[in-house]
């Protein structure tokens, strides 16, 4: 496509994806879900599953494959400036506060999934059509222990902001294990689409996974260690000219914009590098202005786009017969025990009272479109084949699904009845 017919095809993708994603989100919300789970649900009715299924030439002129590449760009600003502005509200010191019950959390949201991987990856790997012939049992197990593991960093975010939750110790406590479990898990990809980058000689590329692991460590110490120090001149600069001024807004952009594409470059995810950055950005009068400006315009028109991007690259019509429904289910009974069940075990053992622990296991256990971008991923590079693709996704949708209305029962409705938790606000 000509660069104009690009720019006639992409606003008109989004006047689509904007009412749909309000629309369904609307919905949801009336039946108790958070705007990002109706988002998420409209990205996939957007796909081949629904739309392409039932008008499949006009899904696709709605959504030449040549566009694609432009709302991929827009979904990883969108989700990059999100977890950015979620970094800037993170309250690190209650994140010290409560290091070892999120070290624990994370820890056992990796060990038991990479376990149970361990017993599912034999089985799964001699039935035709889920992994590649080429994958390894090693390479089975790493990879579907990173799937069953990784947390829908994002979504987990974002229903934590809906539910009032920014800011206290269940949510920093949810937003650390979470952020801890998923940078993990990412560096075992990296091990994975490692072992599947062959040199010359025919041996293991061990580069690409140092390089993200390597560089991932560095860039979160860095953050960590020195980064509030160095930033802490812009907070100054902010209430001296009593408002964030255009020049100081194109410079946090900026840094925003180096942070994400290191993160990228080294084989690790955008969301971490904007998020890191956000945790180490000045406090006050600066967050509160950084919000007012970048918030409103990420939320309503660039989020939307990542949602609808990782849906129309999902199918859902593949999971057809007996033997694909009961691999299916025992992958979701794994899933959920290995990921909620472990975190809330491992919250309940470091002293959290049962509802804050169970309010943990669930957040713990939503996949969301974190899941669809690492199984995309490893399709991409030939770890797994479309049926296994699918069945991660159904896994995905429906651990997703169960966070919301869970969350109410064990802590929500308690927790607005004794005043602990905040409204969440009208407009996600």
């Not at 590649?132 to 979504?155: C, D, N, Q, V, W």
């Not at 993990?184 to 996974?209: E, M, N, R, Y």
């Not at 001296?240 to 084989?267: N, Q, S, Y």
């Not at 209305?405 to 004794?418: K, N, S």
């Amino acid at each position: 496509m000509k660069p104009a017919e690009l720019s006639i095809a992409f606003f008109l993708q989004m006047f689509v994806i904007l009412a749909v994603c309000r629309g369904v989100g609307m919905l949801a919300r009336r039946i108790g879900q958070p705007q990002v789970v109706g988002e998420m649900i409209a990205g996939v009715l957007l796909g081949p599953s629904l739309f392409g299924l039932l008008f499949p030439e006009l899904q696709l002129q709605l959504f030449p494959k040549d566009s694609l590449k432009i709302l991929y760009v827009g979904a990883q600003l969108g989700v990059g400036l999100y977890m950015f502005l979620v970094g800037v509200e993170f309250k690190t010191e209650l994140f010290r506060s409560r290091v070892r019950s999120a070290a624990s959390v994370s820890l056992a949201g990796m060990l038991v999934p990479f376990a149970l991987a361990a017993v599912l990856a034999p089985w799964l790997l001699k039935t035709p059509g889920l992994f590649s012939e080429k994958a390894k049992l090693f390479e089975a197990i790493l990879f579907l222990g990173a799937a069953i593991a990784i947390t829908a960093f994002p979504m987990l975010a974002r229903i934590i902001y809906e539910r009032g939750l920014t800011g206290t110790a269940l949510g920093t406590l949810a937003l650390a294990a979470g952020a801890i479990d998923d940078a993990a898990a990412w560096c075992v990809l990296a091990i994975v689409i490692a072992t599947f980058q062959k040199l010359p000689d025919g041996s293991v590329d061990w580069a690409i996974a140092v390089k993200a692991i390597g560089g991932g460590l560095t860039y979160a110490l860095f953050m960590t260690l020195a980064g509030r120090k160095l930033l802490a001149p812009l907070g100054r600069l902010v209430e001296r000219e009593g408002k964030l001024t255009p020049t100081l807004l194109a410079v946090v952009l900026m840094l925003f914009a180096l942070a994400a594409w290191a993160m990228d470059a080294i084989g690790i995810h955008a969301v971490f590098g904007g998020f890191l950055l956000g945790t180490a950005m000045p406090r006050g009068f600066f967050a509160r202005e950084l919000r007012e400006k970048v918030e409103p315009f990420t939320l309503v028109f660039l989020l939307p786009m990542f949602f609808t991007y990782s849906g129309l690259n999902t199918r859902l019509d593949m999971v057809n017969s007996p033997q694909m429904l009961l691999i299916a289910l025992v992958v979701l009974v794994a899933s959920i025990g290995g990921k909620g069940i472990a975190c809330w075990a491992a919250a309940r053992l470091n002293g959290e009272d049962n509802r804050t622990a169970l309010a943990v296991g669930t957040l713990m256990n939503a996949r969301g479109l974190m899941e669809l971008i690492i199984i995309n991923i490893g399709r991409e590079k030939g770890v797994i084949e479309p049926a296994l693709f699918s069945i991660m996704v159904v896994m995905a949708i429906v651990t997703t699904l169960m966070a919301s209305p869970i969350f109410e029962l064990v802590y929500g409705r308690h927790a607005r009845a004794t005043g602990t938790l905040g409204e969440a606000p009208l407009d996600g």
